[in-house]
């Protein structure tokens, strides 16, 4: 009887460690956490790109934030306007992630870049065209769909 009890409050104990640890873990989830991307991109809002195809401004300012994550190193304005350090940035974000395949990090809408991004949205089941490296309103559609929910 006693090794009974012994093991009961040893199970009870153990129960309400991982219901307790349970609750601290979800009180914020863990990509949430770990998401600091630049303060500016707080002010940015989805884009309209996910359901038209047609990338715009907000589709760039939303690319250089996916480029501000931890990881990349991008630190310059989230403007839209995808320069040599934004492309650079985006390419190092997808490397980090596992989507990047080139053999050189390029600073430029490079198609290894594009072909990133596509196999990005592919991985998610947000694309099921061609992985070519070569945009079209099938490839932004997807791109702004993960875009939309990265930060």
Known sequence: MHHTKSVLALVGALVVTLTTTGAIVQTAPAEAATTRISSACSSVPTTTTEYDGIPGPVFYKRLQCFGSMPGSGYTGPIDGVMGPNSWQSVAIQLIVRGHFYGNSIPNWESPDTVAALQHWAAAHGRYD???????????????????????
């Open 129 to 151: 065209g061609p992985i070519d490296g070569i945009w079209g309103p099938n490839s932004y559609r997807g791109v702004a769909w993960m875009l939309n929910r990265a930060f």
